[in-house]
Structure formats: C-alpha cells, structure tokens
C-alpha cells in the first residue's frame, strides 16, 4: 500500500503545483491586460492632445473635433451600436481631421476658393491621418473611419471614391456628423448655416451622399446633442 499511497501524494502535490502555477499565470495576464489598456488610453491621449493643439491655433474649428465625436457616438447608439463601438467611433470622430497638421496653414485658413492643387494638397489630410494612427494597431477600426470620413455614398467623395456599401459604417456616421458640424461652423469662405437650413441639407444629402440611416439617427438625436 506504501508505493500507492506515496504515488497519490505525489500527484496531489504536482497538481497543487500545476494549480499554483495556472493562478500565477493569470495573474501574468491581468497585468499584461491592465498595461496594454494604459498604453492604449496613453496613446489615444498623445494623439487627441496633438488634435487638440491643431484646432487651438484655428479659431474656426476649434471645437471641431470634439463635436463630431459626440454626434457621432450619439448616432451610433441610435442606430443600435454596443457603447464599446461607440466609443470607438467618438474617439475616430474627435481625431479625424488629424491630418491636417501636414496642410500648409496658408491652404487651411484661406478665405477665397481653393484652387485644383489646393484641393489636391487639402484632400490629403483624409490618408495622412489614418497614417498617423496606423501604427497603433489597437486602434485599425479608427484607422480606416479617418481615411474613410470624406468619402460619399455616390462615389462622389475622397481619397478612394468608395461607393455607400464600401465605405466602413463608422465613417459614414463621423460624415455626417462633420457635415453637420461644418455647415453650423463659421469658416474663413462662410459663414454657418441656421440650425434649421443645415438640418434640410443634411435631408437633401440622405440616401444620395450621405447614408440616409445614419442622417435618420442623427436627426433622431438633435435633443441628445
């Protein structure tokens, strides 16, 4: 009886050990989870912080950003998105126009008409923002909502003139979103629209260059926002 008595206190210090060393490990996990979070609410903070100090040196879009956020997170809660999505998409609408730290300012606050390499040079702004975020790979979904956000469901849009199936949902919630918030913005080339006149544009826009589901929430949201 010896020999089996000491085989079966072998296995049970073995399995308390195997035990000691699962309970170890996800410990190791945790950590490993709650650093990679901090990382990632560090490097959203460094970018958000450099789009902040963009809008800070333009009067006219200052606040910008953080608008389109907001009406973007509150669409996509309107349209059924988990508040996770959401949030993702509020951080892609408050870090969208990013890219325009690599526009020459002398094109940004221009107050008459661009001109065709204007434009070219302005258009730009969409890729180099979903450049700068790219190397977060956490962040892929955002990545591609900023590249995407100017583009237009009849393929009318930028940099890739995605048609409306094309072109990630959470960018077609941030355009319409920017829109909004562009038509009721003072610009250098206009002044903002009335509530009531951007609202109708944006109807206008529904179904042809907007996505008509996304301008529904939005405008299903205006005592939200």
């Given at each position: 009886?010896?020999?089996?008595?000491?085989?079966?206190?072998?296995?049970?210090?073995?399995?308390?050990?195997?035990?000691?060393?699962?309970?170890?490990a996800m410990v190791y996990a945790?950590?490993?989870?709650?650093?990679?979070?901090?990382?990632?609410?560090?490097?959203?903070?460094?970018?958000?912080?450099?789009?902040?100090?963009?809008?800070?040196?333009?009067?006219?879009?200052?606040?910008?950003?953080?608008?389109?956020?907001?009406?973007?997170?509150?669409?996509?809660?309107?349209?059924?998105?988990?508040?996770?999505?959401?949030?993702?998409?509020?951080?892609?609408?408050?870090?969208?126009?990013?890219?325009?730290?690599?526009?020459?300012?002398?094109?940004?606050?221009?107050?008459?008409?661009?001109?065709?390499?204007?434009?070219?040079?302005?258009?730009?702004?969409?890729?180099?923002?979903?450049?700068?975020?790219?190397?977060?790979?956490?962040?892929?979904?955002?990545?591609?909502?900023?590249?995407?956000?100017?583009?237009?469901?009849?393929?009318?849009?930028?940099?890739?003139?995605?048609?409306?199936?094309?072109?990630?949902?959470?960018?077609?919630?941030?355009?319409?979103?920017?829109?909004?918030?562009?038509?009721?913005?003072?610009?250098?080339?206009?002044?903002?629209?009335?509530?009531?006149?951007?609202?109708?544009?944006?109807?206008?826009?529904?179904?042809?260059?907007?996505?008509?589901?996304?301008?529904?929430?939005?405008?299903?949201?205006?005592?939200?926002?």
């Amino acid at each position: 009886m010896e020999p089996q008595i000491t085989a079966t206190n072998d296995l049970s210090v073995a399995y308390r050990r195997l035990q000691a060393s699962y309970q170890q490990a996800m410990v190791y996990a945790r950590d490993v989870r709650e650093l990679y979070a901090r990382l990632q609410r560090a490097s959203l903070q460094g970018l958000e912080g450099l789009a902040n100090a963009l809008e800070a040196k333009d009067s006219y879009t200052r606040g910008h950003s953080e608008r389109v956020g907001l009406y973007a997170r509150h669409t996509a809660l309107a349209m059924g998105w988990s508040s996770q999505l959401a949030d993702g998409i509020a951080q892609a609408g408050l870090l969208h126009d990013i890219g325009k730290i690599g526009v020459p300012e002398a094109v940004l606050h221009k107050r008459g008409p661009l001109s065709e390499e204007e434009w070219r040079v302005m258009r730009g702004h969409a890729i180099i923002g979903s450049q700068i975020v790219a190397p977060f790979e956490f962040f892929a979904d955002g990545a591609l909502m900023i590249r995407h956000h100017h583009e237009r469901c009849d393929g009318s849009g930028y940099p890739d003139g995605l048609l409306g199936p094309n072109i990630p949902p959470g960018a077609r919630i941030i355009a319409v979103a920017d829109v909004y918030d562009a038509l009721t913005s003072d610009r250098p080339y206009r002044r903002a629209l009335a509530v009531a006149e951007a609202i109708a544009d944006l109807r206008r826009q529904a179904g042809r260059t907007l996505d008509a589901d996304a301008v529904a929430a939005f405008l299903g949201t205006r005592r939200a926002v």
